[in-house]
DNA sequence: CTGAAAGCGCTTACAG
DNA sequence: CTGAAAGCGCTTACAG
């Protein structure tokens, strides 16, 4: 046997290795797509061949032909990049495996044709799946159109309509909620909070659990001490300039509902003349990996973002399988570093 | 003229097209991709079939049929989510306008059969361009693998063999010499140096920049004030343990040559107890937006990451271009802030 | 266990 | 200016 010369491109077809195995092409098919019904010496004969030749199946070919494509893709609008990544790492941990591969589709959640464009995408590349991250995972002409295309989708960390599909998500209130019961355990009972984007459902769990944690203790979140922020570092140090203003009463505590307000709080504490955490304790939410680096270190929640993206394209990619559960709960992490202090 | 029915999936094909306009196939081809020589009149019958039906072109039937796939893929082994993403988007806003779609295609720069996997990928999916990133887009394996599948590939940011490719990139000597000259003329004359990873070319260019622009003053730089760091907040904490060791002389200034590692500087710094920018400025190299905020905001320059990817994505589409030029240097900027001040 | 035929939805190369 | 035929490299549905 030897190869025959490949044309321009170099790659060889399942025609070549029909050829030099000797069999069908049909054969070929077989062996590369491990099905059953083809003889042990057969199917050697066809490896053999297809080693010889560098063969690889072209994904266009069988998408084309036949019902799957091998591609995702992870439709997102969020300016974090530290998410943004984690999520893709996540997905394509999954998705290589599998032998798929991942288009990144950036959305403009905002966008008055938004449900056109991403019917114009679905009917141009016929994807075998979409990841969906906040906050498109929570728009309804998002879901529409999706669902209207036919093409199976996973949500991540979604707020509404849980069940109108398979979700993967981490227990945000219950996170806020814990993160509380300790700085109150490290004695705080004045603390501010920094309510993170309101088209983001995580930020209104965060909230929550905030507030359940000062209730269990008969407090109540204060309204000077709480304030609108958007999730930016901006927002934060505006949320920061209003929660400490000068010749009020300030909180010995701020939670932030993400790490970057976090970090806002702290530069405008700091350049306020405040001493951390020794004059104020902040604590914030993500925990990136390789994100965000303050000083003190930054006390926070670990979300399991990569984690998240992972299980949501398993969830994609075994959705046939009879035991594969629907939606999963993933665990997060209380990150206590040195800008909490206890009272 | 009445939309027949359109099968599972709810997408029109070309056959569709061609039978409610009354025309051929190809013709409706010709239309869908500009082609000359069809009658206006044809063109528009054609049109509004089209949208009548809400065709829109299967990519994959394109791409096995013709020459062009619409897919391109970034390569990139890189642990900075901000840098990764500014990539992302300079691509993406590059290449929706043409109809193209990226693929993102993380690659293990250490791994023992990276050309081997680049071969299968470049095998499996038949892309259209790749983007080179550091450090892959100066390792010669890959690019021997590349141009083995005839790929068109634009480099950005390359070290070696300029020549070998087209490539965008930015004059990092010439950046990091700039804002030593500010240092120095802000009356540092003690600046220590925190260098970056040795696999990535730009790390070398920064320390020529800073030789360069301390030779114009007869100045050395110091051993013991020059430290081998690797681009992570964690070596950026180490060289300046080095750099600060109780007991020995300081720099008045370092200059980290990325942001992160001036990040890990500024944290040992404070730590030790110095105060910034009083006691120690400094000075970082890559402002990438949203990624780090610092207190004091940090000293930096800024590196036009999405514009280099643009432009990359730019070199790649118009490669058949007569008066595309085949290599672009971006500007950068200087972005001073109160990490530094003068002595 | 294996294969011949048809077809996925387009483009290419050619003819008129 | 327009179209009929062939083919891209596979898989599906069917036959044996």
Known sequence: ????????????????????????????????????????????????AATLLHYRPNLLARSLAGSRSFLVALFYDNPNPAYITELQKGVINRARGSGYHLLVEPQDSHAPDLARQITNLLATIRLDGIILSPPLCDMAVVLQAIEAAGVPYVR??????????P???????????????????????????????????????????????????????????????????????EAARAILAPGTKHPTAIFASNDYMALGVMAHAQQAGLRLPDDLSVAGFDDAPGALRTWPPLTTVRQPVEDMAYAAADLLLNRNDAGADQDRMLPFALIMRESVRAR
């Not at 960390?157 to 849980?162: D, E, G, I």
């Not at 909620?177 to 501010?192: A, Q």
């Not at 203790?217 to 609108?228: A, F, I, K, L, S």
């Open 1 to 48: 046997m030897r190869p025959p010369n490949t044309g321009v491109g170099g790659a060889s077809t399942i025609n070549d290795v029909a050829r030099l195995a000797g069999v069908s092409i049909k054969t070929v098919s077989r062996v590369m797509n491990d099905e059953p019904n083809v003889r042990q010496e057969t199917r050697d004969k066809v490896q053999e």
């Open 167 to 237: 979700c993967v998500r981490m227990d945000d209130a219950q996170a806020a909620y814990e993160l509380t019961r300790k700085l109150i355990e490290m004695g705080h009972t004045d603390i501010g909070f920094v309510l993170g984007h309101p088209e983001h459902g995580g930020a209104h769990q965060r909230y929550e659990g905030f507030v359940r944690a000062l209730r269990e203790d008969g407090m109540e979140p204060r309204p000077e001490w709480t304030r609108q922020g958007y999730f930016s570092y901006e927002s934060g140090v």
């Open 156 to 165: 991540v960390s979604p707020f509404l309509n849980p069940d109108r599909s």
